[in-house]
C-alpha cells in the first residue's frame, strides 16, 4: 500500500494524518477514524486485489521509489490509479468491523442514543457501492498501463500482460468489437481461461495443429502477414461470441441492458440470482453459440475456397455445395 511515508522530518501523527488525507480523497472517513485502525485492511486489500493485475515487477518498483522525495513521474503519475483502487477494496474490508465493538465481554454494536446502527440494507448498499467503485478504479488502472506500456516495461513484460498476448484477442476494447462486456478490463481478465479453453477446442479443430500453431506464433510476435489477417477476421469473432457462451458456467454474471457484466454479489445471493436468471442466461448463451460457430463455419468455407494460399491446412474432408454448404464425404 501507498499512503504512509516515513518522513523523517514528520512526526508519526502527522505522517498518518497525511496518510488520512490521501484516503478521504476517495472514501468517506470519519475524524475519528486512526490510520492504524484501516491500515490492516489496507494493507489485505492490496495484496489480494491490486498486486495480481500490477504485477510483483512493478510493486517492487513502486516500492522503491515510495519513500523517495524525487520519485520519477511514471511512478507519481501511477500511484493515483493504485491509490483509489487500494482505498475502496479497504473500505469494503473495513464496514462491517466499523459497525462493531469487540471487548473481552464480546462482540457489540457501536450505538447511542444519538447515532443509531444504519439498516442492514444501508450497509450493503455502501458496500455494493464501493465495491462498483473499487472495481472501476482496477479497470481504470489496467486501461492506464495499457495505454502507457512503454513506461511500464516491468508490467508489459510480466505475466499479467503476456498471459494477454498468447490471445488471438489482447484487450478488452478488441474484445469489445465482437462481444459487449461494457469495456471492463477486469472481465476480460477473467474471461482469460474460458478464452484459451475456446481457441484450443474450437479454433485449434477449425485450424488444425499446423495452421493453428503458425497463427499463434506470428499473433505472439505480431509479425502477422497478410494471409493470416483474413483468418484473424473470422477468428476473432469467433472466439468473443463462444467465450462468452461458454463463461456462463465460470463466472456468476448479471445483466446491464443486453450485456452480460461480472456481478458483485456472491454467495447464497448470487446463486437466488443466477437460478431466476436461468432461462434468460440460457437463450443468450445460445445465440452467442450460435454466431460464434457462424463465423466458424465462414472460417473453413474460406480456407476450403482458399486452400493453396493455405499449405499448413490439413486436407479437408469437407466440401462445399452449389449453395454456399459444408457438407462431409
Do not use: C
Not at 191 to 218: D, S
Not at 279 to 306: S, T, V
Amino acid at each position: 500500500m501507498f499512503f504512509k511515508k516515513n518522513t523523517p522530518q514528520k512526526s508519526e501523527q502527522e505522517r498518518e494524518q497525511d496518510a488520512l488525507d490521501i484516503l478521504k480523497k476517495y472514501i468517506p472517513l470519519n475524524e475519528t477514524t486512526s490510520f492504524k485502525t484501516i491500515s490492516i485492511f489496507l494493507n489485505t486489500a492490496y495484496r489480494k486485489y491490486i498486486l495480481p493485475y500490477l504485477s510483483v515487477p512493478l510493486a517492487s518498483k513502486v516500492e522503491k521509489h515510495w519513500e523517495k522525495s524525487n520519485m520519477p513521474n511514471n511512478i507519481q503519475n501511477l500511484l493515483p490509479y493504485i491509490q483509489e483502487a487500494n482505498a475502496h477494496f479497504a473500505f469494503v474490508l473495513f464496514i462491517p468491523s466499523a459497525q462493531l465493538k469487540v471487548s473481552d465481554a464480546g462482540i457489540h454494536r457501536v450505538e447511542d442514543s444519538n447515532q443509531l446502527t444504519a439498516y442492514r440494507y444501508q450497509i450493503q448498499d455502501l458496500i455494493n457501492s464501493h465495491t462498483e467503485q473499487a472495481w472501476f478504479a482496477i479497470d481504470e488502472l489496467l486501461k492506464f498501463l495499457e495505454e502507457n506500456q512503454r513506461d511500464y516495461p516491468e508490467w508489459a513484460t510480466s505475466e499479467s500482460s503476456i498471459v494477454l498476448k498468447s490471445s488471438f484477442i489482447q484487450t478488452a476494447t478488441e474484445f469489445g468489437k465482437y462481444a459487449d462486456i461494457q469495456n471492463s478490463r477486469r472481465l476480460f481478465y477473467a474471461l482469460k481461461p474460458t478464452m484459451n479453453r475456446v481457441e484450443e477446442t474450437f479454433v485449434h479443430a477449425a485450424l488444425g495443429e499446423l495452421l493453428y500453431n503458425k497463427l499463434k506464433e506470428e499473433v505472439q510476435k505480431d509479425r502477422i502477414v497478410s494471409r493470416m489477417e483474413k483468418l484473424l477476421e473470422f477468428i476473432k469473432p469467433a472466439v468473443a461470441l463462444l467465450t462468452l457462451a461458454n463463461s456462463s458456467t465460470d463466472l456468476v454474471i448479471e445483466w446491464y441492458g443486453k450485456s452480460l457484466v461480472p456481478t458483485s454479489y456472491s454467495g447464497e445471493k448470487a446463486s437466488q440470482k443466477a437460478e431466476l436468471q436461468m432461462q434468460l442466461i440460457q437463450n443468450w448463451k445460445n445465440e452467442k453459440e450460435n454466431a460464434g460457430m457462424m463465423y466458424l463455419n465462414r472460417l473453413k468455407k474460406y480456407l476450403m475456397q482458399y486452400a493453396p494460399l493455405y499449405p499448413e491446412y490439413p486436407i479437408p474432408t469437407e466440401k462445399i455445395n452449389n449453395n454456399g454448404a459444408i457438407f462431409s464425404f
